[in-house]
């Protein structure tokens, strides 16, 4: 009973043996050079596989096939495998005119959007930096005008004292301006806040982002993904 379980083994994968052996001697390279500026496609090939890669292993054979991109209209295209052998295929693919017409919008939706919200944020964001280098300046020149103030009680040379004066007077002057700059700059930078949010508002209000569907017309078709022969491929049910 074991010696027949055994030669039932043996002739088991001496069958699968033989089939792998004659199927790889059967297996040829097909490179598909698919003309996309996205560098995606999709391929369905003989209405049963879906190939999303640009080079794989099928068996030796005539096939047809459709391609699709994002953007492109399905282009049909026959091919042959040759065993050990690389078959290139180019494909030539054109635009949807759908996607031309959404590529033109999608970019003046961008340039209103720039001059509607990024111009003015960026005018705020420079305002609020420039009222905090105002700010730090006038810190700054008021910690030296309270230093000069010390040294101008506590010196014991009377030539110094006409020096620290002239000293205080200058800086005093620097912190009075640069306080003065402070609280004119941040009264600005609240307007352009202001002014970013009603433009974001209106530009929201008064737009509408264009769309385009990218789904994969064969989405619907493939739901098992298999890899059989080194190729990614999805059975149709």
Known sequence: MKALKLLI????????????????????????LVNVDNSYFEIEINDTM???????SLPAGDYSAKVWSPGYIMNRIEFTVVAGKMTEKRVDMVKNNNFNEYERD???????????????LALTLTS???????????????????????D?????????????????AEN?????????????NSGF????VGGTIWSYMNFKKNNIEPDYSKDSPFKDKF??????YGCSLAIKL
Not at 17 to 27: E, F, L, P
Not at 106 to 117: D, E, I, N, S, T
Not at 189 to 192: E, I, S
């Open 9 to 32: 083994l043996s002739t088991l994968l001496t069958f699968v043996g033989q089939v792998t052996y004659a199927q790889n001697n059967n297996m040829g390279e097909v490179r598909f």
């Open 50 to 56: 879906l190939l999303k890669r640009y080079k794989d």
């Open 106 to 120: 999608y970019k003046k939706y961008r340039m209103q959007f720039h001059k509607q919200l990024t111009a003015p």
């Open 128 to 150: 609020a930096v420039t009222s905090g280098v105002f700010m730090v300046n006038a810190y700054n020149y008021k910690k030296k005008v309270i230093a000069d103030i010390e």
């Open 152 to 168: 101008y009680h506590l010196s014991p040379v009377t030539s110094e004292i006409g020096e620290i004066k002239l000293r205080i």
């Open 172 to 184: 005093n002057k620097k912190y009075n301006f640069h306080r003065s700059a402070f609280y004119i």
């Open 189 to 192: 930078t609240f307007l352009f």
């Open 223 to 228: 739901s098992l993904n298999l890899t059989p």
